[in-house]
């Protein structure tokens, strides 16, 4: 059982936006804001999407953005494109003994 | 542009020593970024394994107890994972990446992530 919390899949219409959550608790999500999102295609490294929980990588699209809310973290992809369908992971920092802990993912498909 | 490649036995017989290193190309390994391992067992999400930084200082996943040991050859610009007595559960698909610090997991660059089956 992962630590974070994701939804297993959502979906969407090319055009449309979508938001992915991830619950966490006040020792991870909630108390740090080094939250990170990442994108899989099958059979193909994550990539980052997001860092420091709203901040984009140079060459990530501005389609995609993150925000937080208090143990939530959120990643809100608008316009959605085709190329979009793939595995989102989010992770955070965790002041357990784990250090880092990634959600168990969700599948984004577009209709 | 900075380039990760993991190298290592593809097959690992069970309670034997998985061995991956990894090969950092386009930026120095002792440049100030945490090195790590991540792994996804087929069909699974990503389950974060340790990060090692160029003085060897390490954190990992205390899920794997003892059985994890990281190292870095800063003289080679690699760092390495070892896991030791593995059962078929460490079967998955690992991956390197630079890490930005201990405290925050940002993880830029990944290598293109290799597969490990425990079998006999």
């Known amino acids: 059982q992962s630590a974070l919390t994701q939804p297993a899949s959502v979906s969407g219409s090319p055009g449309q936006s979508i938001t992915i959550s991830c619950t966490g608790t006040?020792?991870?999500?909630?108390?740090?804001?080094?939250v990170s999102w990442y994108q899989q295609h099958p059979g193909k490294a994550p990539k980052l999407m997001i860092y420091?929980?709203?901040n984009r990588p140079s060459g990530v699209s501005n389609r995609f953005s993150g925000s937080k809310s208090g143990n939530t973290a959120s990643l809100t992809i608008s316009g959605l494109q085709a190329e979009d369908e793939a595995d989102y992971y989010c992770s955070s920092y965790t002041s357990s003994s784990t250090f880092v802990v990634f959600g168990g993912g969700t599948k984004l498909t577009v209709l | 542009q900075v380039q990760l490649q993991e190298s290592g036995p593809g097959l690992v017989k069970p309670s034997e020593t998985l061995s991956l290193t990894c090969t950092v190309s386009?930026?120095?390994?002792?440049?100030?970024?945490?090195w790590g391992w991540i792994r996804q067992p087929p069909g699974k999400g990503l389950e974060w394994i340790g990060s090692?930084?160029?003085?060897?200082?390490?954190y990992h996943n205390p899920s794997l107890k003892s059985r994890v040991t990281i190292s870095v050859d800063t003289s080679k610009n690699q760092f390495s994972l070892k896991l030791s007595s593995v059962t078929a559960a460490d079967t998955a698909v690992y991956y390197c990446?630079?890490?930005?610090?201990?405290?925050?997991?940002?993880?830029?660059?990944w290598g293109q992530g290799t597969l490990v089956t425990v079998s006999s």
């Open positions: 420091d929980v709203s």
């Open positions: 990446a630079r890490v930005q610090s201990m405290i925050d997991p940002k993880t830029d660059y």
């Open positions: 386009g930026d120095s390994i002792s440049s100030g970024y945490y």
């Open positions: 090692i930084y160029h003085s060897g200082s390490t």
């Open positions: 006040s020792s991870d999500i909630g108390g740090y804001n080094y």
